[in-house]
């Protein structure tokens, strides 16, 4: 079990990671109009 | 590719938007980007006009990107927006607007003031302070896990302490970001010397943390070993989702009334000393300043005609989309639109003063105005929040000599089982998921609070134009001379008046077009005019029966004879057609009802609730519209103070008043009603003041309305109830000790999921019900 005195820390840290990914994510606008998104998949190509 | 042939290859500047092209101007609505200062780029946000679909906005891009100077441009359908980039030094602002209307749509600038820039800015604050406790709070539950599942003394203890400072440092974004406006707000409550939810949840979070952590780092010491932060970052994550759906709701509504705002008009050609024009900001125009208005442009100002007449478009102001005509000196509004001919007017009454700038400061106004919950809530929970406050204080005490650390464990355990997150949450659950199942049934409720406003009403008033009936007249009936066929005449009419705009003549035309006409009689009509509040004429040419003037129109203008026509009925609008001979025929028009109308006014007296009438039309329209759709009581002929002479005296016997309207006069009415509907067709002023507004103007959702109202207050009620008896059950068993902490914790949880749980059923309207009761009707 002693693996376990890495695994946690390790996940702490990889949590804080993933949270500044969301942050930066946010700041970016990427949640501001979540449908328009969706929507620009059925469109054709633009040239 | 289809598309591309939308691409305008000569784009040329339309006089109006010339304004934009200066830095100062294009900075109201863009910013510039990029690094390169010697290849300066700008960034614009427009506001479009008539997106019909989703392939209208790759249009919209596609045109755009290929004219030079454009960046990028993207369009956004839900928001009617597009951000263009794009270089000063190869395209202006004019160009793009110009653009972007002959590709079909209409763009204007979005107004880039700070208000929005703030919104967007708490916006994304307030959605990124959720997502960090919603995160943190899944990553903390990870590590309470272990201890769901095993007994005490399983894990190893320094694993556990482990467990519990990961846990620890994950709640503390949750307590110091995320929960900051908890604290904050009853910092100021306090400071206020009031008591609100913010109150005891702030208290409830901060003993929780401080318990949990001194337990986390010392779990030896008396204040125990066992940590709160699962049910800690749950409660918080619970609380910011509820704020959070409510933010967007209410932004929702408000980009509904933005597009009103809008179409401000921003500038106007002003006359210059030497007789010529300039085209100025309408906010450089002054008293007295004399401005010439082009057809299809807005006045800027309230002003009076003084070379040329027109017709104006007022129906922002009331409602009334029939154009009006204005002669010289007639006074004109700002914000009404010019559909005649190019004409000059003197300002009398500019900016904020003028009845539009009054309509746009509404709006704003509602725009500032913060969401608030119901006082119910408050009024039901604040002696109550008392109750646990005190005694949390009075476990504390009472054992402090006996133990410090038993006396601060008992104090947290009656915080944390009673945690008023239950209580808290009762209110605004219900409240919002009620709202959403407005909001996607086309309602749109301006607070909160008139949920429960609504739910207590006991009388309806309703305004006859525009909410019971449709904005236009409609044919009922014809009478005939002796030998003409109702059909021909009908014909007839049509034929002449399909040359106006007057609702008379449409309706006529309507009609006709409608019924089966035989076309085999042949006819041709010459010389057709149409005099102002009389009637039409024309000369007939090549017809079997008739011959000479024909006229349609107003009893006097048409019969000059003494021959004998039926009498007047006075049910209807009536207008005759008469050719050299005499009259002809009669046809009684009548405005009419909306479909749905006769069926709501059913289900309100099923619902024993009083259904009112008060009009400013004439007693024999107002009576036939009645009679039609089954209002017992009603009043004609009232002017706004009549009706609001009635309405206060209704107030004064202690009736709650539900005013239904749409018109600007209804403006002062609904603001002094207990609650108020507006219809969505209906003038901007009157749906700034409305609680609710009904976007398709369906009368028959009213019913429906209320009755959602009334089981959302049910519903309040229950979880309110079962909040304050979860808890008078648990404080005992806290202050005793009889809990354990982790009992206490799951006890949280479990009831704060079942208020929402609760709530949640209210995110459909409740149809089932309804068609029962209006099968039996």
Redesign the interface.
């Known amino acids: 079990?002693d693996i376990?005195?890495i695994l946690?820390?390790l996940?702490?840290v990889m949590?804080l990671v993933?949270?500044g990914g969301?942050?930066w994510a946010?700041?970016r606008g990427q949640?501001?109009?979540i449908?328009?998104e969706g929507?620009r998949i059925?469109?054709?190509d633009?040239? | 590719?289809l598309t591309n042939t939308f691409i305008p290859e000569d784009v040329s500047p339309n006089p109006s938007w010339v304004i934009l092209d200066t830095p100062d101007q294009w900075l109201r609505f863009s910013q510039p980007v990029g690094d390169d200062p010697k290849h300066a780029l700008v960034q614009s946000s427009l506001l479009l006009d008539d997106l019909r679909c989703?392939?209208c906005?790759?249009i919209v891009?596609?045109g755009l990107?290929g004219l030079p100077g454009i960046v990028s441009a993207r369009v956004?359908?839900?928001?009617k927006r597009a951000v263009v980039v794009w270089s000063p030094d190869l395209i202006l602002p004019s160009n793009i607007l110009s653009a972007i209307q002959k590709l079909g749509y209409s763009a204007s600038p979005a107004s880039h003031n700070e208000n929005q820039l703030n919104a967007?800015a708490k916006s994304?604050a307030a959605?990124?302070r959720w997502?960090?406790a919603g995160?943190?709070m899944m990553?903390v539950m990870?590590?309470a896990s272990p201890s769901y599942f095993t007994k005490a003394g399983d894990i190893?203890t320094d694993?556990n302490h482990?467990?519990n400072w990961?846990a620890w440092?994950?709640s503390l974004?949750v307590m110091l970001f995320s929960s900051r406006s908890f604290f904050s707000n009853a910092w100021r409550d306090l400071k206020f010397r009031q008591i609100s939810m913010d109150l005891p949840v702030a208290l409830g979070i901060g003993i929780t943390f401080i318990v949990s952590s001194a337990a986390t780092f010392d779990p030896s010491g008396w204040w125990g070993h066992v940590v709160y932060f699962d049910s800690l970052t749950m409660f918080v994550f619970f609380l910011l989702s509820a704020r959070l759906i409510e933010v967007k709701l209410h932004s929702k509504t408000l980009g509904a009334m933005e597009a009103l705002v809008s179409r401000i008009p921003e500038n106007t050609e002003r006359q210059n000393l030497d007789g010529s024009y300039t085209r100025v900001l309408n906010s450089q125009l002054n008293v007295g300043d004399v401005v010439r208005v082009n057809i299809g442009e807005a006045f800027p100002a309230d002003g009076k005609l003084i070379l040329g007449q027109t017709k104006v478009d007022e129906s922002l102001l009331t409602g009334e989309s029939t154009p009006i005509h204005k002669n010289l000196h007639d006074s004109v509004v700002a914000g009404s639109y010019n559909l005649g001919q190019t004409v000059n007017i003197v300002l009398e009454t500019i900016g904020e003063s003028t009845q539009y700038g009054q309509i746009v400061n509404l709006i704003n106004q509602a725009a500032i105005e913060k969401p608030r919950l119901s006082q119910l809530a408050d009024r039901v929970a604040r002696p109550f929040l008392f109750f646990i406050i005190l005694s949390a204080v009075a476990a504390a005490v009472l054992l402090w000599d006996i133990d410090h650390g038993r006396a601060l464990m008992t104090a947290a355990a009656v915080l944390i089982v009673t945690c008023p997150c239950a209580l808290s949450l009762a209110t605004p659950a219900a409240m919002l998921a009620s709202a959403s199942a407005f909001v996607k049934r086309g309602i749109l409720i301006r607070h909160l609070q008139a949920i429960e406003s609504i739910a207590n009403i006991d009388t309806v008033i309703f305004d006859k134009t525009g909410t019971l009936t449709d904005n236009h007249i409609e044919l009922k009936s014809i009478h005939v001379k002796e030998g003409c066929a109702e059909l021909d005449s009908l014909a007839l009419a049509a034929a002449i008046a399909q040359h106006s705009m007057h609702p008379v003549s449409r309706a006529l035309v309507t009609a006709a077009s409608q019924s089966e006409l035989s076309n085999n009689v042949a006819f041709e009509l010459v010389d057709i005019q149409e005099l102002v509040g009389a009637g039409m004429s024309a000369t007939i040419k090549v017809h079997a029966i008739h011959s000479g003037q024909l006229k349609l129109g107003s009893a006097q203008f048409c019969i000059t004879g003494h021959e004998t026509i039926p009498s007047a009925d006075k049910r209807y609008q009536q207008v005759y057609l008469a050719d050299d001979h005499g009259w002809i025929a009669t046809f009684n028009l009548q405005e009419a009802v909306k479909n749905n109308a006769a069926q709501a006014i059913a289900q309100l007296n099923e619902a024993k609730l009083e259904v009112e009438l008060l009009s400013g039309d004439q007693l024999h329209t107002v009576e036939n519209t009645a009679k039609t759709i089954g209002i017992k009581q009603f009043q004609a002929a009232c002017s706004p103070s009549d009706k609001l002479l009635r309405l206060q005296w209704l107030k004064q016997q202690g009736r709650k008043v539900l005013m239904v309207g749409d018109g600007l006069n209804d403006g002062p009415i609904l603001a002094s009603a207990h609650v108020s509907i507006a219809m969505g067709k209906g003038v901007p002023l009157t749906l700034a003041h409305a609680d609710y507004v009904l976007l398709n103007g369906d009368v028959s959702q009213i019913p429906q309305l209320i009755r959602h109202a009334k089981k959302t207050m049910w519903i309040i009620k229950q979880n309110i109830a079962w909040a304050i008896v979860y808890n008078t059950v648990c404080i005992p068993l806290a202050f005793f000790g009889w809990l354990s902490p982790w009992q206490a914790g799951l006890g949280m949880a479990i009831s704060s999921l079942i208020v929402v749980i609760n709530a949640l059923r209210l995110t459909q309207f409740s149809t089932v019900q309804f068609t029962d009761s209006s099968s039996k009707a």
Not at chain 2, 76 to 79: A, E, F, G, N, P
């Open positions: 079990m376990l005195f946690i820390p996940s702490v949590a993933v949270l969301l942050w946010v700041y949640f501001e109009d449908e328009e929507r059925f469109e054709e633009q040239e | 590719m989703a392939a906005s790759g891009e596609r990107t956004s359908m839900s928001k967007t994304r959605f990124w997502l960090v995160f943190c990553q990870m590590y190893a694993i482990l467990l990961a440092l994950l974004p």
